[in-house]
């Protein structure tokens, strides 16, 4: 819908991934599209005012909402927020120094016998409520990587995402079930032509992020082809963390930005390729449950 508000966008994009969440369903959302697009303001919208609030605190708001309705389920509800930053992983809730001795490097992905994708080293903080919960992601907003460019004076220069972790047990029953998931919420930094820039760290940063955009192009279109064997998920950072979000066990939509406008007629049409595109993506979503090892220990 034309001029759609940031409610009508979350209702009809990401509502019904959100509310699957508590019941034990992976889900992601995030946002694609070239630089200046209004991807940030859709997935954070404006700080100042409630109304324009986007993807992510309204995430954060049903979520907990979705809980208090589970009276006979316990949750444990944990956040972290990354950004990678020139193909470096950094922790947004870390105060550690960008130019410590150890950078973004201590971070790594890896995948466990069940090919599930874990970040190494990044924090996890527990939150207890809706107001921790965004705290947390104001405070990363804080740490992001911005700087001004001909397209957007705050551009992201970066790509961040916000997850928020679940489990949830049973109150009444003596069970040793957990049901778990994660909910991803990306703001992917922008899509620019080099030759649009005259700032040789600008130029650099570009680079990086078009060549992570090729190569979760790349991934994408391996994922829809069914004669292909391989799926380069380790190409680039970006790609690994989204292995279960292409193709994978999660509930995905992609919310894609572009500016209507002639001038940008190229980037626009390279926007909507890249979405229909993601949209022959076939995921396989299933609920999320494992054994734990106290409560077993117990029954055994």
């Not at 921790?132 to 104001?138: C, D, G, K, R």
């Not at 551009?155 to 991803?184: D, F, P």
């Not at 209507?260 to 595109?277: G, V």
């Amino acid at each position: 819908m034309h001029n759609s508000s940031q409610e009508d966008v979350f209702d009809f994009c990401a509502l019904e991934i959100v509310q699957q969440v508590a019941n034990g369903y992976n889900g992601t959302v995030m946002c694609y599209g070239q630089t200046g697009a209004g991807k940030t303001f859709t997935m954070n919208g404006s700080t100042p005012n409630y109304k324009y609030r986007g993807v992510i605190p309204r995430a954060v708001n049903q979520v907990f909402q979705e809980i208090g309705s589970h009276y006979d389920h316990d949750f444990v509800i944990k956040v972290s927020y990354l950004e990678i930053y020139n193909e470096q992983i950094y922790d947004l809730l870390s105060d550690e120094a960008r130019d410590s001795p150890f950078g973004g490097s201590q971070i790594s992905i890896q995948d466990d016998a069940k090919s599930e994708v874990h970040v190494k080293g990044l924090q996890l903080q527990h939150v207890r409520n809706e107001e921790e919960a965004l705290n947390l992601l104001f405070e990363g907003e804080t740490r992001k990587t911005l700087a001004s460019t001909k397209m957007n004076e705050h551009s992201s220069r970066a790509h961040s995402v916000y997850t928020l972790h679940v489990e949830r047990k049973s109150r009444g029953e003596q069970t040793e079930k957990v049901i778990h998931s994660k909910l991803h919420l990306v703001d992917l930094a922008g899509s620019e032509r080099t030759k649009k820039l005259d700032h040789a760290a600008r130029m650099k940063e570009a680079n990086y992020i078009n060549k992570s955009l090729s190569f979760l192009e790349q991934v994408v279109v391996a994922a829809c082809d069914n004669k292909q064997d391989h799926v380069p998920y380790r190409q680039s950072k970006l790609t690994n963390l989204l292995k279960n979000s292409i193709g994978g066990n999660c509930r995905t939509v992609m919310i894609a930005n572009i500016w209507p406008e002639e001038t940008y007629l190229e980037e626009t049409i390279s926007t909507l390729k890249f979405a229909t595109r993601m949209m022959k993506v076939q995921n396989e979503p299933i609920v999320n449950e494992l054994q734990d090892p106290t409560l077993l220990l117990k029954k055994y």
